[in-house]
């Protein structure tokens, strides 16, 4: 089985400017999570998607935001973006019964 | 509130020695009770897990956790580490049933001297 991929690995972008992160999930699992990690803050719950609903919610700003399709793919917008937003966006997929995967994540740098 | 606390922050052994890192868990109901170790450049990989039964679980590489609901606690273990251990771990919990949201700890530095 194929893991969890992500695109993109890499990201710079402009304060102010919006990005979209995507994520492609194990065949089969229909929940998909997505995280921020930081040297500060460690592994922070971003949302939980599940059969194209948002099952759960971390406690960020509304500028973040998720999507997930009916092929589990799942997305991660970011509005107006904020140096503070420089991150590791991860993403993972799991399935009752399991542990979460985690892809290797989109390395966003706001300047 | 839910939470995940780790006691190490950093560690650091020798190759062969023991090795112990403790978690404790703060949560309503019936959870369940992850570590994941991440090496450096590489992605979260899953260790071991403990959903229900026998405390006493067993990973990857050697690594075993013991779960003590009576302490809330998950404390990673190995008899005998191996440079290539050298990475950090971090303890997860979930609600039983959804593992679609974890709750991480801070994470524990492991550094092993060969």
């Known amino acids: 089985k194929a893991g969890v991929t992500q695109t993109p690995r890499y990201l710079i972008k402009t304060r102010g400017q919006q990005v979209t992160l995507s994520c492609s999930p194990i065949?089969?699992?229909?929940?998909v999570s997505w995280y921020q990690q930081t040297p500060g803050q460690g592994l922070q719950f971003l949302f939980e998607?599940?059969?194209?609903?948002?099952?759960n919610k971390g406690n960020f700003p509304g500028r973040f935001s998720g999507r997930q399709f009916s092929n589990s793919r799942s997305e991660m917008n970011v509005s107006t973006l904020e140096l503070g937003d420089s991150a590791l966006y991860l993403c993972?997929?799991?399935?009752?019964?399991?542990?979460?995967?985690f892809g290797q994540g989109t390395r966003l740098t706001v300047v | 509130a839910q939470s995940v606390s780790q006691h190490n922050h950093h560690v650091i052994l020798s190759e062969a020695a023991s090795l112990e890192l403790g978690c404790n868990y703060s949560?309503?109901?019936?959870?369940?009770l992850f570590w994941y170790v991440q090496y450096p450049g590489q992605h979260l990989q899953l260790l071991l897990k403990?959903?229900?039964?026998?405390?006493l679980v067993k990973g990857i590489k050697g690594f075993e956790a013991e779960f003590i609901k009576s302490k809330f606690s998950f404390n990673l273990r190995k008899p005998s580490v191996q440079w290539s251990d050298t990475a950090e771990y971090f303890c997860?919990?979930?609600?039983?049933?959804?593992?679609?949201?974890?709750?991480f700890g801070q994470g524990t530095t492991l550094q092993v001297k060969p």
């Open positions: 993972a997929s799991s399935q009752q019964g399991e542990g979460a995967f």
């Open positions: 065949s089969g699992h229909r929940s």
């Open positions: 998607y599940f059969s194209e609903t948002q099952r």
């Open positions: 949560y309503g109901g019936t959870v369940n």
């Open positions: 403990y959903f229900s039964g026998d405390p």
């Open positions: 997860a919990a979930s609600h039983s049933g959804n593992t679609g949201k974890l709750i």
